[in-house]
């Protein structure tokens, strides 16, 4: 690989005007320049495409879908225009630090590393303020077993070799959000991950994806983990058979919780008696005692 490898970045737009200004001009900033942006429009019906002409940068790629596909249908077809021996990943809401580029590119001098992520931070937009998502030291190497205890990357500080991509290959387009998880996990068990662990991208959390970050409703996600538990690829690689248990576990932790919310306490009752003692144990317990101190304890520490 050359020392400034050319770097795709995957941009997915469906009605993304409102802040993809900030998303490009935080592309256009980056230290490293030898990259160049697929932006792929899944069919948007506001200003997107006006405010991308906007910007008069050969490496500025434009293409439309011929209909509108789930977030990571898109993403495959979008890496299939891409040129780049790196792939990242850019939301239309979120934007990097100037030198994100430019610090995790040399990681993959190690021909062993296929992705390479960093910490991030949480950015409130009606507040303006902002906090570390990941206050510990992140993993790297060859660190599937880790990745199924706690799960860490965040695709928007992703990199991704595109041969590791090929080797997988392509997100699994059946899940609704957690594709990226799939791939990365399968993706681990081939490769090893670098990581940076300052923060080098921002996630902006607004009124349009406050209850997606913050998992009010978990039936979606409890949907894509057991579609996931359910999947010949997961099964037939021995590698995973040790570690599917936190898996399971985490299905069962989410649904005691959508219980609790639905008010089903006797279902919720008895996951809780049946969980495994540890920290989630204490969490679901602390729900079910005390569930309105709880949610307001999450207000205060995540304003909206």
């Known amino acids: ?21 900030d998303t490009f001009s935080s592309v256009l900033k980056q230290t490293y320049s030898n990259w160049e942006i697929i932006f792929w429009d899944n069919k948007s019906n506001d200003s997107s495409k006006k405010i991308f002409n906007e910007f008069k940068d050969d490496r500025f790629k ?24 790196i792939i990242a990943f850019l ?55 880790h990745l199924f205890e706690s799960y860490d990357i965040g695709i928007l500080t992703v990199l991704l070799r595109k041969t590791a991509y090929d080797s997988i290959p392509g997100f699994g387009s059946q899940y609704k959000f957690s594709g990226d998880f799939d791939l990365f996990i399968r993706l681990s068990s081939k490769w090893k991950i670098g990581c940076v662990q300052e923060p080098l991208a921002y996630y902006r959390i607004h009124n349009d994806n406050y209850t997606f970050v913050h998992n009010v409703n978990h039936e979606a996600e409890i949907e894509d983990l057991e579609k996931w538990l359910n999947d010949p690829k997961v099964n037939s690689d ?67």
């Open 1 to 21: 690989m050359p020392e400034e490898p050319l770097v795709s970045i995957i941009i997915n737009c469906f009605n993304g005007e409102k802040y993809l200004r």
């Open 62 to 85: 434009y293409f439309m879908s011929d209909k509108h596909t789930s977030l990571y249908e898109a993403r495959n077809n979008a890496i299939e225009k891409s040129k780049g021996e």
């Open 91 to 145: 939301d239309t809401d979120d934007w990097w630090s100037e030198e994100k580029l430019e610090k995790q590119i040399p990681l993959f001098k190690d021909k062993e590393v296929g992705l390479v992520y960093s910490n991030c931070y949480m950015y409130y937009e009606n507040s303006k303020k902002k906090e570390i998502a990941k206050k510990k030291i992140l993993k790297s190497g060859y660190i599937t077993k």
């Open 238 to 304: 021995k590698s995973f058979k040790p570690y599917l248990y936190h898996i399971d576990r985490r299905v069962t932790f989410l649904r005691t919780i959508k219980y609790l919310n639905e008010g089903k306490i006797i279902k919720a009752l008895k996951n809780i008696i049946l969980f495994p003692i540890g920290v989630k144990k204490v969490q679901l317990i602390l729900h079910f005692i005390l569930p309105k101190i709880i949610l307001r304890r999450i207000k205060k520490f995540h304003p909206h």
